[in-house]
């Protein structure tokens, strides 16, 4: 029995601490700041994430069929020159914040893309997504639009 309750005692700890995403993000908790932007760069900034979506989907899809020059491709489409080609008066409007967290989701994107290129190692690809995606779910759990 007293291991039983240590055991108990240690999973109640360990869930705790273990996850801040899985906490904040619970439902009913909404404790993002909203960015206030015109609609027009909303519409962008939006558009831009369903690309990543996009993207995000289509390397998964390549990688699990070891097409590792698919996955390139796809990735470096939502590299740095994704984000370069924002027009100016979007990106004014972005927190700073919210552009260092998206710059490094770019960046991911384009390391993803060279290491496919370079090493064509598909676990490491997974790793380097699942990474990625952990940015993704930084950003929409501090960040909203309306
Ligand atoms: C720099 C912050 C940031 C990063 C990084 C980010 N997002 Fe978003 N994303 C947002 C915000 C803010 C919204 C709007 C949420 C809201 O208003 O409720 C959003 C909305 C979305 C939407 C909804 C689009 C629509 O049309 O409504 C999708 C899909 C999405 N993001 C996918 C992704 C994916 C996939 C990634 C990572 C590869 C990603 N995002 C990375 C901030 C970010």
Redesign the pocket.
């Given at each position: 029995m007293k291991i039983l309750n240590r055991n108990s005692l240690l999973f109640v700890v360990i869930s705790l601490f273990a996850s801040p995403i899985t906490m904040a993000s619970k439902p009913h908790t909404d404790v993002r700041a909203l960015?206030q932007i015109d609609s027009q760069a909303k519409e962008h900034v939006?558009l831009e994430?369903?690309q990543?979506?996009e993207a995000?989907q289509l390397i998964l899809d390549s990688a699990l069929k070891n097409d590792m020059k698919a996955v390139s491709q796809y990735a470096s489409n939502v590299g740095l020159k994704a984000m370069k080609a924002t027009p100016t008066n979007v990106a004014s409007q972005l927190p700073k914040e919210?552009k260092i967290?998206?710059r490094s989701?770019h960046e991911a994107m384009d390391s993803i893309a060279r290491d496919a290129n370079d090493l064509g190692d598909r676990e490491h690809t997974l790793t380097q997504l699942n990474e990625?995606?952990q940015?993704?779910v930084a950003?929409?759990n501090v960040?909203?639009?309306?």
């Open positions: 960015i939006l994430m369903r990543l979506l995000t919210f967290m998206g989701v990625t995606l940015s993704c950003c929409h960040f909203k639009f309306q």
